[in-house]
């Protein structure tokens, strides 16, 4: 009896978008990516939280396939990160603006686009489906040199996805960009998000991150050390509490250690501490009048992603 | 202020190697090269090669090559180098021709049968006369001219007892005795040598252009190469100075990709369908292609304005281009890859091409050059190409002539491509 044809179906695991295990890059002493391990759902955006130098990026070129790890595995759709699937599903926009300055936006998209195997029509089509998302349809025949750092940032960002990949990764976008040309980013990204496709975006600013991202995973000296939506981080890192910020008159050794002592952080002349009900911060008051502490400034607060970050290394997101 | 000023200067210069090489090293390198050429050390000054026949083989004509050869300026060859250990006979007339057609030397003396019997003419080339015959290539300029002034000091110095029988010979022919008659002709001597000097004052050009005027050996020179050429060295300058800045040009494109490395260009392409050896060899080709560009409008200009025989050697010139395109190409490659920034870049090519350029023939002829100084030219890209271009401009050689200059050029070419596709792969992954 002849057996059945064997039909290969694919795991749901190996399509998911992107699936880090275990992922380690250290360069000389340094290890700027420590055991990461992550999972991006299908048209999910994944915020990347953490301060310059937490190795977002690294981890970016990881997935990439600019970086070649030292140990761990990435997988685009269950493909190998470098390979040549995985290079075409996926779009990159690089931190730096990696445009060549001399030509024109519409120069600088053609030839994107054509490194990544458009040709004629599909490519014509690509060039301006991108001049149109980033705005820049009339400033097409600009020479980049001449553009704002506004719209430069956005045709580096065009410039990443005039393939029309399925999952792109957005290294820090908005550096250096002015408020008004950061909003018109933002818009730019939830349209991407509108069409459904998956995302990974790195920032050290958590409203970026609050706005833009469906989960956020936070990232300190190369690990991962928190993951979920942004209630899910809070509320894991303070449950029901509140934040007391504190200011004292004075910034001595004897506050810092004061504030330790009452199991609060003391960062950069502020205060934090952590506390159930508000009327534990008349307690605060007294405690601190009597240990000769005058205080400067109070307030309460909801915890958010930058209380989280704080309480998690006991450092500020922007150290 | 100021010494705060200087010192930041100071600080600044100590950390820009790229400056402090071109301040101090490049200047000593060049010094050091233009010293050993023109230098005049003993033991490097460069010799002029000189092929001598003698069809003659009279005691007059073997004393006269006797005195060549201990001139230490000439190094006579009576004979082409022995082939794979074989002795090959003595140059006759037609391949002493054809040696210095190919390049072997840029003089050749023929002395003719029968020049023994009358080998001192004191000035008059006689149509009767046996003469010797000086065959030269003149884009050497200066060779001929060293060659033709010797051979009258050596006949003066290594034949002096034929001098003087030849002048006892004149004398009985021209004076017997000095009766009235003899008067006569010494009178009308003096007046014809008046009238000489006075067409001289006057600048006419008659037998006075006589080259052999006054001395001792009569000699007649003729161009055997280029003898048709309208501006002689100019093939040479358009090859020389071309390969220049090709040079120049090929690394200034190759270091684009240092720019995109820079600005983060090159690693956002690499991310893309675009492998490092697809991006080299587009790099490669744009590189190379701009050097012929050059080349060919370098070319086109010197027909244009000087008069180069450029439509007949088209053939010749294709080749030698694109050999020379590919090599110059893959040479901004390998030094684009080597440097870490354009900073860097900017001062080591520059050392390094005029280092190639001097010492390769593009600043000056190597045959001016002393003979080891000619040899180290031949690991330079320039004296390649210069070569090539010359076969095929100034000497009319064949495209099938060719082989070597290709071959090398290619063959340095494709070692390059090499080098700079291991260097680069530092660009490939962190």
């Known amino acids: 009896m002849a057996s059945a044809p064997v039909v290969s179906i694919p795991s749901p695991l190996l399509l998911l978008p992107l699936r880090i295990e275990g992922l380690v890059k250290r360069f000389g002493e340094l290890t700027a990516v420590n055991g990461v391990t992550l999972e991006l759902k299908s048209g999910e955006c994944l915020g990347l939280l953490g301060p310059n130098g937490a190795g977002k990026s690294t981890l970016i070129r990881s997935i990439v396939g600019r970086v070649i790890p030292d140990a761990g595995t990435v997988s685009v759709f269950g493909e190998r990160a470098d390979s040549a699937g995985?290079?075409?599903?996926?779009?990159?926009?690089?931190?730096?603006?990696?445009?060549?300055?001399?030509?024109?936006?519409?120069?600088?998209?053609?030839?994107?686009?054509?490194?990544?195997?458009?040709?004629?029509?599909?490519?014509?089509?690509?060039?301006?489906?991108?001049?149109?998302?980033?705005?820049?349809?009339?400033?097409?025949?600009?020479?980049?040199?001449?553009?704002?750092?506004?719209?430069?940032?956005?045709?580096?960002?065009?410039?990443?996805?005039?393939?029309?990949?399925?999952?792109?990764?957005?290294?820090?976008?908005?550096?250096?960009?002015?408020?008004?040309?950061?909003?018109?980013?933002?818009?730019?990204?939830?349209?991407?998000?509108?069409?459904?496709?998956?995302m990974i975006y790195t920032t050290h600013?958590?409203?970026?991150?609050?706005?833009?991202?469906?989960?956020?995973?936070?990232?300190?000296?190369?690990?991962?050390?928190?993951?979920?939506?942004?209630?899910?981080?809070?509320?894991?890192a303070f449950a029901s509490r509140s934040e007391v910020l504190a200011r004292f008159a004075s910034a001595d050794d004897s506050v810092a250690a004061w504030v330790k002592q009452r199991g609060g952080l003391y960062e950069n002349g502020m205060a934090q501490f952590t506390i159930d009900h508000a009327t534990e911060i008349a307690g605060l008051l007294d405690a601190a009048t009597k240990a000769g502490h005058e205080l400067a400034d109070i307030s309460l607060r909801k915890p958010n992603l930058e209380s989280v970050f704080l309480h998690l290394t006991g450092r500020e997101l922007r150290d | 202020m100021i010494f705060a000023i200087v010192r930041t200067a100071l600080i600044g210069?100590?950390?820009?190697?790229?400056?402090?090489?071109?301040?101090?090293?490049?200047?000593?390198?060049?010094?050091?090269?233009?010293?050993?050429?023109?230098?005049?050390?003993?033991?490097?000054?460069?010799?002029?090669?000189?092929?001598?026949?003698?069809?003659?083989?009279?005691?007059?004509?073997?004393?006269?090559?006797?005195?060549?050869?201990?001139?230490?300026?000439?190094?006579?060859?009576?004979r082409p180098a022995p082939k794979q250990g074989v002795e090959q006979p003595n140059y006759t007339a037609a391949t002493a021709e054809a040696a210095v057609k190919a390049g072997a030397a840029p003089v050749a003396l023929i002395i003719p049968h029968g020049f023994g019997e009358n080998p001192i003419s004191f000035g008059r080339a006689d149509q009767d006369r046996p003469t010797i015959q000086l065959l030269k290539d003149s884009s050497d300029m200066v060779a001929p001219?060293?060659?033709?002034?010797?051979?009258?000091?050596?006949?003066?110095?290594?034949?002096?007892?034929?001098?003087?029988e030849q002048g006892s010979k004149y004398m009985d022919e021209y004076a017997g005795g000095f009766t009235p008659e003899q008067r006569k002709r010494i009178d009308a001597g003096l007046e014809a040598l008046r009238k000489r000097k006075s067409a001289e004052s006057s600048g006419q050009q008659t037998a006075l252009a006589d080259p052999n005027r006054g001395m001792p050996i009569a000699l007649t020179s003729r161009d055997v190469v280029g003898e048709n050429k309208d501006n002689p060295m100019v093939s040479f300058y358009a090859a020389a100075i071309g390969v220049?800045?090709?040079?120049?040009?090929?690394?200034?494109?190759?270091?684009?990709?240092?720019?995109?490395?820079?600005?983060g260009t090159l690693d956002r392409v690499l991310s893309s369908r675009v492998t490092m050896g697809t991006l080299l060899g587009g790099k490669l080709c744009f590189c190379s292609l701009l050097a012929f560009a050059q080349l060919v409008l370098m070319f086109i200009w010197a027909w244009l304005v000087f008069k180069l025989d450029f439509i007949p050697h088209i053939p010749g010139f294709v080749v030698m281009g694109l050999s020379t395109a590919f090599a110059v190409g893959a040479f901004?490659?390998?030094?684009?890859?080597?440097?870490?920034?354009?900073?860097?870049?900017?001062p080591l090519s520059t050392l390094v091409i005029l280092i190639m350029s001097s010492?390769?023939?593009?600043?000056?002829?190597?045959?001016?050059?002393?003979?080891?100084?000619?040899?180290?030219?031949?690991?330079?890209?320039?004296?390649?190409?210069?070569?090539?271009?010359?076969?095929?401009?100034?000497?009319?050689?064949?495209?099938?002539?060719?082989?070597?200059?290709?071959?090398?050029?290619?063959?340095?070419?494709?070692?390059?491509?090499?080098?700079?596709?291991?260097?680069?792969?530092?660009?490939?992954?962190?």
């Open chain 1, 205 to 236: 600013y958590m409203e970026e991150a609050e706005r833009l991202c469906d989960r956020i995973a936070i990232i300190d000296h190369g690990r991962i050390i928190a993951l979920g939506t942004r209630d899910e981080l809070v509320r894991n």
């Open chain 2, 244 to 263: 220049m800045f090709l040079l120049f040009t090929a690394s200034s494109a190759g270091g684009s990709l240092l720019d995109e490395a820079e600005s």
């Open chain 2, 332 to 346: 901004g490659m390998v030094l684009a890859s080597i440097c870490r920034t354009r900073a860097q870049l900017g």
């Open chain 2, 359 to 430: 010492i390769g023939g593009s600043m000056f002829p190597r045959f001016l050059m002393p003979e080891a100084m000619q040899k180290a030219g031949l690991l330079t890209i320039n004296a390649w190409a210069i070569d090539g271009f010359t076969k095929v401009f100034w000497r009319d050689e064949p495209v099938s002539h060719l082989w070597p200059q290709v071959l090398v050029l290619l063959g340095v070419g494709v070692v390059l491509c090499a080098v700079a596709r291991r260097l680069a792969r530092r660009w490939e992954y962190s």
């Open chain 1, 86 to 198: 995985a290079r075409m599903a996926l779009g990159w926009v690089p931190q730096e603006l990696a445009l060549y300055p001399k030509l024109t936006c519409r120069e600088n998209l053609e030839s994107f686009g054509e490194y990544h195997g458009l040709r004629r029509g599909a490519l014509k089509t690509a060039v301006a489906w991108c001049l149109a998302w980033a705005a820049l349809t009339d400033r097409a025949q600009e020479p980049v040199k001449n553009l704002s750092g506004g719209m430069k940032r956005r045709l580096n960002m065009a410039a990443g996805l005039i393939h029309r990949p399925k999952l792109i990764l957005m290294d820090e976008p908005t550096v250096g960009v002015d408020p008004q040309s950061r909003n018109r980013i933002f818009e730019m990204i939830e349209n991407l998000r509108d069409e459904g496709i998956s």
């Open chain 2, 145 to 164: 001219q060293v060659i033709a002034g010797l051979l009258q000091k050596v006949a003066m110095t290594a034949m002096p007892d034929i001098m003087a």
């Open chain 2, 13 to 78: 210069l100590r950390r820009d190697r790229g400056a402090l090489a071109l301040s101090f090293i490049l200047p000593i390198a060049f010094f050091t090269i233009f010293a050993v050429i023109f230098g005049g050390r003993r033991d490097t000054t460069p010799k002029v090669s000189l092929l001598v026949v003698d069809e003659d083989h009279s005691v007059a004509s073997e004393r006269l090559i006797q005195g060549l050869e201990r001139e230490g300026s000439l190094s006579v060859k009576k």
